[in-house]
């Protein structure tokens, strides 16, 4: 059997199958998933795969809820790149520079 890509269509099908199947457990889905998608042109995932990818989607759904991660299950996460200052900070800090001079100067 091929691998399957679970990209947004195939976790879409997967949530159609969870709510025509009305559960959770891996043997309805898996079910439903073929009556559902059995005869068109796609990859069939096996039941092992479905379990996988159940799995990886529960943990996505767990940690967005608890605020973890923003993106989507395919989403790379960046990293925020260092502070820019304004254009009103950088007028700040050139105005206490030239204070600090002056002091010296004295």
Known sequence: MPKVDWDGAMNQRILMAVLAAQSLEVRSISEMWYALYGKE???????QALCKQLQVLKKVAKDRAAGLCPGSP???????????????QAA????????????DEK
């Open 41 to 47: 042109d796609i990859p069939q995932p096996t039941n």
């Open 92 to 103: 700040v800090k050139a105005e206490k520079a030239s204070d600090d001079s002056e002091r």
């Open 74 to 88: 395919n989403a790379k996460v960046s990293k925020p790149k260092g502070r820019r200052q304004g254009k009103g």
